[in-house]
């Protein structure tokens, strides 16, 4: 298992959104762990044999939040 951390940024953020934003992190296979902060960041733990940071936020952005990587 390759685990990798990675921090994005969750664009239009607001307090209410980051428990919406770690529910959607948590439906993507690979996700072991998210963190969302009110100031708009995540930190991800992801297992990278079956997902990678790209796939995170393209996931994210599908379901309508706007993310970048960070790290």
């Known amino acids: 298992m390759a685990i990798s951390v990675h921090i994005l ?3 239009h953020h607001h307090e209410e959104l980051a ?3 770690d529910a959607a992190l948590r439906e993507i296979p690979g996700v ?3 963190r969302t902060g009110t100031e708009g960041r995540a930190v ?3 297992d990278m044999a079956y997902t ?3 796939e995170v936020v393209a ?3 599908a379901a309508g939040y706007a ?3 960070l790290s």
């Open 59 to 61: 996931a994210l952005t």
């Open 9 to 11: 940024k969750i664009s």
């Open 44 to 46: 991800v733990e992801l």
């Open 32 to 34: 072991l762990s998210s």
């Open 52 to 54: 990678t940071v790209a």
């Open 19 to 21: 428990s919406r934003v």
């Open 67 to 69: 993310a970048a990587n």
